[in-house]
C-alpha cells in the first residue's frame, strides 16, 4: 500500500558531520548532541570579504539565507533542529524489566505501583538532560552564532510538551523571542499500543500549557486509543511526510525546531532520504532539508525510490 506525495524532501549532505559515522563510535551507537551541532566549518560561494570574522553557523545561516532566495517557487530549503525528548518514566521501566518483558507484560499497563508510564512525564535524568540541552543551546546561540528556531513545534505527548519548555523557553525569552510553540499531533511518536504512546485529552493540553498552540486536529480524545494493533512503518511515516508538507507549505520559517520521538527521528530521516542512525534521549540534531512541491501528486509504491527521480545531485 502506497502513499501520496506533494512534496519530495531531501536531506543535502555535505554540511553537517555524518551524524551516522558519529553514532558509531558512542555508547549503544546512539547519538548524542554535538559541539555546535556537528556544523562543519567549510566556505560558502555566498561568503563576502566583510564576513571573514563571522562564525561558522552565521556563514551557515547566510547561506541557507540565498539558497531560499535563489531557489525556484516550488523548492524551499529548511534548518530542521530535531530533539529527542529526555528520559521518560517509561524508559525507566524499559530499562528495569528489559525489552522482552517490557513488549510482553509492562507496556501494556499504565503503571505500576510505584510510578506511572502512561503518557509518561520526564524523570529526574529526564528532567537534567533536558536541562543541559537548554544550556548547551543558549551557549550555542550566544558563542556560536547558532539562529534561535524560527517555530517551535512539539509533539502531543507529554514528555515532548515537557522537554520542548525546559529546553526552549528561557532561550526564546533571553533572544526576545516568543515562547509560543505549536503541537502538531502528525509528529507524534510512532503507535505502537504501549501505554507511553498514548496521550491526555485536549483539555489537558490547554490547561498544563497555555502557552503552546494547538492544532485544530489535536482532538479532545486521543485518535489512537482503543487501537490493538502497531502503526505500520509505512502508515508512520506518512504521518512525517505530511508533517513536513504542511511545515514546507505554511511555515516560512527557515530554522524550525522539532520535539519529538525516537522512532519520529527515524522517520523524518526516512522521509527526507537522509542517514540511518539512533539517537539518544534528550539529543538535538540539525538537518539542511531541501523540500520540493511536487507540479503533480505522486503516488509512492513501496520499494520505488521517486525522490531519486526528482532530486539532483
Request: glycine letters at 6%; charged letters at 25%; hydrophobic letters at 35%.
Amino acid at each position: 500500500m502506497g502513499h501520496t506525495k506533494k512534496w519530495i524532501f531531501q536531506a543535502v549532505p555535505g554540511y553537517f558531520e555524518s551524524h551516522a559515522d558519529i553514532a558509531k563510535q558512542l555508547p549503544n551507537e546512539r547519538f548524542i548532541t554535538q559541539p555546535r551541532l556537528a556544523l562543519l566549518s567549510r566556505e560558502y560561494p555566498t561568503d563576502t570579504e566583510d564576513m571573514r570574522n563571522d562564525k561558522d553557523w552565521e556563514r551557515f545561516a547566510n547561506h541557507v539565507r540565498s539558497l531560499n532566495r535563489d531557489a525556484p517557487a516550488n523548492v524551499s530549503y529548511k534548518v530542521l533542529y530535531l530533539t529527542r525528548h529526555g528520559f521518560g518514566y517509561h524508559n525507566q521501566k524499559h530499562r528495569e524489566v528489559g525489552t522482552e518483558a517490557w513488549d510482553s507484560y509492562w507496556s501494556l499497563l499504565k503503571g505500576d505501583d510505584k510510578i506511572t508510564w502512561f503518557d509518561s512525564f520526564l524523570n529526574k535524568e529526564g528532567v537534567q538532560q533536558a536541562e543541559n540541552l537548554g544550556e548547551f543551546w543558549r551557549h550555542g546561540v550566544a558563542a556560536d552564532g547558532m539562529p534561535i528556531p524560527q517555530t517551535l513545534y512539539t509533539s502531543p505527548l507529554a514528555r515532548c510538551l515537557q522537554t520542548t519548555e525546559i529546553v526552549f523557553s528561557r532561550l526564546m525569552r533571553t533572544n526576545g523571542a516568543l515562547f509560543c510553540p505549536v503541537v502538531k499531533e502528525q509528529i507524534r511518536e510512532r503507535f505502537t499500543v504501549h501505554t507511553c504512546d498514548l496521550r491526555r485529552p485536549r483539555t489537558w493540553i490547554e490547561q498544563n500549557y497555555p502557552g503552546y498552540t494547538i492544532e485544530a486536529n489535536v482532538t479532545e480524545e486521543d485518535q489512537f486509543s482503543g487501537q490493538t494493533r502497531w502503526e505500520t512503518r509505512d502508515e508512520h511515516n506518512a504521518r512525517k511526510q505530511e508533517a513536513l508538507e504542511q511545515i514546507f507549505s505554511s511555515d516560512q520559517s527557515e530554522f524550525v525546531s522539532l520535539t519529538v520521538h525516537s522512532f519520529a527521528i527515524e522517520a523524518i530521516l526516512e522521509v527526507c532520504n537522509g542517514e540511518e542512525f539512533r539517537v539518544r534521549e534528550g539529543t538535538s540534531l540539525a538537518l539542511l532539508v531541501r523540500g520540493e512541491e511536487c507540479s503533480a501528486p505522486i503516488a509512492e509504491a513501496n520499494g520505488i525510490d521517486v525522490a531519486a527521480t526528482l532530486i539532483p545531485n
